[in-house]
């Protein structure tokens, strides 16, 4: 299990129940839905109810990102205090755009579905927003990245493991 997904299970396992604190983990960058599956897996928790904690949980920032963080960030770069972290922010995902740009609908797919490190939904819908690709193109295709990253995390958090142990 990854350092911040025990973390989060260590100082919150008491005060939530083990479904909330997927769901929660399923929100937060970085973790996202790959953190909650794994902590739903060491939590004991069943595979379908896991996949809905974890997509309903990394679906939810997704329109709010999609829709409102390119003014968001325009505003924020207008105070000295936060334009040093925007544009950190905007230089790494932008990094990370190239085949985004290329492919758009399925590069974003893929992007934000396969579960390397500084991928995911937050972060390609960033990107996707950043390049102005519309919410009625973007949307769908994290969505749908959303559900290949589930698939594949169910296969590395409840079959591999049911496998070998």
């Known amino acids: 299990m990854s350092g911040l997904s025990t973390w989060f299970i260590t100082t919150f396992g008491g005060i939530m129940t083990k479904e909330m604190l997927v769901f929660v983990i399923s929100m937060v960058p970085l973790l996202e839905l790959r953190g909650g599956m794994v902590a739903a897996s060491a939590l004991g928790i069943e595979l379908y109810k896991a996949i809905g904690l974890c997509i309903v949980g990394n ?18 770069k ?10 950190k922010l905007e230089n790494r995902a932008m990094n990370k755009s190239d085949k985004i740009e290329k492919y758009e609908f399925w590069g974003l797919v893929l992007f934000v579905g396969i579960p390397l490190p500084g991928t995911g939904a937050w972060t390609g819908s960033l990107i996707a927003s950043l390049l102005g690709i519309r919410f009625k193109k973007a949307f769908p295709a994290v969505l749908t990245g959303i559900c290949l990253a589930i698939v594949i995390m169910t296969l590395i958090s409840y079959v591999l493991p049911g496998l070998f142990w």
């Open 59 to 76: 679906i939810i920032p997704v329109p709010f990102i999609l829709l409102f963080i390119t003014p968001i960030f325009a505003w924020m």
């Open 78 to 87: 207008t105070t000295s205090l936060f334009r040093p972290l925007v544009e």
